[in-house]
């Protein structure tokens, strides 16, 4: 079992940044491939960034690519997004998730432990 808690959201303005941190408590975290994804009020979750458990893969959304940075820290089973560049249309709750595997996956339903999301609100 894993939990996961996520912090760091959020208002801030178009063009600034934000870094989400996402603690996690549980077994095997450094062999696990973790996933950050977001809500948008009306709209389906959809992938933000993966990462694999050494760090050294990471996928990004084209939506997001150039923009963020997914990073973890194994010894303080931390992962961490960073955000710059913000846009009034990355408004919207923030998961991260972990997998039972260690392969990095953009599918939401390959995740089996999810946080209770943080709150990114960016003005225009």
């Known amino acids: 079992q894993v939990q996961l808690v996520e912090s760091g959201g959020g208002l801030a303005q178009?063009?600034?940044s934000l870094r989400l941190s996402c603690a996690a408590s549980g077994r095997a975290f450094s062999s696990r491939a973790l996933g950050w994804f977001r809500q948008a009020p009306g709209k389906e979750?959809?992938?933000v960034s993966t990462i694999s458990p050494s760090g050294g893969t990471k996928y990004y959304a084209d939506s997001v690519?150039?923009?963020c940075t997914i990073s973890?820290?194994?010894a303080k089973r931390t992962v961490?997004?960073?955000?710059?560049?913000?846009?009034?249309?990355d408004?919207?709750?923030?998961?991260?998730?972990?997998?039972?595997?260690s392969l990095t996956s953009a599918r939401p339903t390959e995740?089996?432990?999810w946080g209770q999301g943080t709150q990114v609100t960016v003005s225009s």
């Open 14 to 16: 178009a063009g600034g």
């Open 91 to 101: 408004t919207a709750v923030y998961f991260c998730a972990a997998r039972d595997y």
């Open 80 to 89: 961490y997004l960073q955000v710059d560049s913000l846009k009034p249309e």
């Open 45 to 47: 979750r959809e992938f």
């Open 65 to 67: 690519k150039g923009r």
């Open 72 to 74: 973890r820290d194994n």
């Open 111 to 113: 995740y089996a432990y």
